[in-house]
Structure formats: structure tokens, C-alpha cells
């Protein structure tokens, strides 16, 4: 489809976009069959539903990115946008074509459930993996129900505790480990539900 009103068409002829759900990523991608003085995209985003707002008023659009046009060409060009570090939730994404000369027009939206995750426990791999000062650890339930996600040092000790709370399951959830005050040297992510437990090791390197 063409980017712009039947009575004012905007040069650049757009012929697909979609938007896929990789664990707390959306990865946005489109294509474009001809472009003429294209300047280029504003990635837009609409927090659709969930628990989570990110402090925004659902129904709100928030420009999350933007990727450079092709300028003039005559053959087809594909573009991507991976929106990352999302909470779980349903988001819709628009692109917003802007010309040279400051002329734009929106494409329809799409949705993309995001954070769909199996109902297992699951404790992943930290990463990144050795880390300075802080890394990100995820993790899934089998069920809703209390967490206990904690970091220890060799020694035994509890140096951090990352979670202490009721989780939902089906989604993937995420804890950031602050290692600033620690000093370098290997520790221990556990995560404790139910009657089980599972544990991860990760290095911290100053």
C-alpha cells in the first residue's frame, strides 16, 4: 500500500510491516517497493494492555526509534527496528514516513503480544556474562506464586536479594543485579519457588 491519501500520495510505496514478539523484544520490519525523497521512519509505539503501563496512558503513540530512508530508489528496500527491554504486555507499532521537505503520513498499526513465555521453571543464563556492574537475569514459573531470586557470594554468603514477591507465570520476568559495591570475583543467582530450586553462576569483572 501507498503511504499517504488517495488525493495527496507521499512518494514512497510501502508493501508490508509486521511486528514479531522475540521474549521482551519486538522486532519491527518493513518494506518499501519504490522510495522518492525519503527521508525516513519515526517507529511509533502504543501500550495496548497488561499489567504494566511504563508510565504511559494506554492509547498513548511515543516515538521509540527512527531509521534513515533510502532517499530515492527505484528498487525494493527492507528495513528493521528492534524495540528491546519491553515489559510484558500487548503493544501496537505505526511507522511515520517522513519526506524532505517535512510531509509524513502513518501506516496502519499492528499488534505484537510481547513476554509470552512457557509455564515452566526456568532460571536463564545472566547475562551479560562476565559483567561490570550490573547484568540482567530472567526467568519463568510454572504457576503464579511466590519468588525468591537471591545472589550469593563462594563463601555462602547473600550479598543481594533480587526478588521477594509474588510473579505471574506465562510471562518472562526479569531482575537486574547491581554489582557497583561488590568486589570482582564469582557469585551465585538462586531462585527458589515452591519446594524447588535452581541456581546460575555469573562473574563479576572490574
Excluded at 502513518?106 to 556474562?129: D, F, I, M, Q
Excluded at 510471562?171 to 561488590?182: E, I, N, P, T, W
Aim: proline share 5%.
Amino acid at each position: 500500500f501507498a503511504l499517504g491519501s488517495s488525493s495527496d500520495p507521499l512518494p514512497v510505496r510501502l508493501t508490508s510491516l509486521t511486528a514479531t514478539a522475540n521474549r521482551l523484544s519486538a522486532d519491527i520490519r518493513w518494506r518499501t517497493e519504490s522510495e522518492v525523497s525519503n527521508f525516513g521512519f519515526a517507529i511509533e509505539r502504543r501500550f495496548v494492555q497488561g499489567s504494566e503501563t511504563l508510565n504511559l496512558e494506554p492509547g498513548t503513540w511515543n516515538t521509540v526509534g527512527f531509521v534513515k530512508g533510502a532517499g530515492t530508489s527505484s528498487s525494493s528496500c527492507d528495513y528493521s527496528f528492534l524495540d528491546q527491554n519491553l515489559r510484558p504486555g500487548r503493544y501496537a507499532y505505526r511507522i511515520k514516513q517522513i519526506d524532505h521537505d517535512g510531509s509524513f503520513a502513518y501506516t496502519s498499526a499492528v499488534e505484537v503480544e510481547v513476554g509470552l513465555a512457557p509455564r515452566e521453571l526456568l532460571l536463564s543464563e545472566p547475562y551479560p556474562n562476565p559483567f561490570n556492574p550490573t547484568a540482567t537475569i530472567e526467568f519463568t514459573l510454572p504457576e503464579n506464586g511466590h519468588v525468591l531470586l537471591k545472589v550469593y557470594d563462594l563463601a555462602g554468603r547473600e550479598v543481594a536479594t533480587l526478588a521477594n514477591e509474588e510473579r505471574k507465570a506465562g510471562v518472562y520476568q526479569r531482575a537486574l543485579f547491581d554489582g557497583f559495591q561488590l568486589a570482582s570475583g564469582l557469585y551465585f543467582v538462586r531462585l527458589q519457588f515452591a519446594d524447588k530450586h535452581l541456581s546460575k553462576k555469573i562473574m563479576l569483572v572490574k
